[in-house]
Nanobody, 120 residues
Framework: QLQASGGGWVQPGGSLRLSCAAS????????IAWFRQAPGKERERVSC????????YYADSVKGRFTASRDNAENTVDLQMNSLKPEDTAIYYC???????????????WGQGTQVTVSS
């Protein structure tokens, strides 16, 4: 089981840092992705970090603003979100897979989601 935290309300241009932790077991055997789902929209992958952390993938909509990182010693994966926009408003989920798959169907474990709201 994964636990996502760190969501909240922020004004446009602000920052939030999401964190994904394992309630049992460890994350260091998995690539970790962040997905988000806005009301009325399909869930999309916004980032993924490989097991080693050497490779990171981002959706075009968040490149240059979001940064994924992981600390395998602390068993956490974070998503630093800067320059937030209203269109970033969504529920954000972390998910674990053996590799950075594009399809959500390839992810074996999911967190419960954390709400991010960007508005003035």
């Amino acid at each position: 089981q994964l636990q996502a935290s760190g969501g909240g309300w922020v004004q446009p241009g602000g920052s939030l840092r999401l964190s994904c932790a394992a309630s049992s077991g460890t994350l260091d055997h998995y690539a970790i992705a962040w997905f988000r789902q806005a009301p009325g929209k399909e869930r999309e992958r916004v980032s993924c970090i490989t097991i080693s952390g050497a490779e990171k993938y981002y959706a075009d909509s968040v490149k240059g603003r979001f940064t994924a990182s992981r600390d395998n010693a602390e068993n956490t994966v974070d998503l630093q979100m800067n320059s937030l926009k209203p269109e970033d408003t969504a529920i954000y989920y972390c998910a674990a897979a053996l590799f950075c798959a594009r399809s959500e169907n390839d992810y074996d474990y999911w967190g419960q989601g954390t709400q991010v709201t960007v508005s003035s």
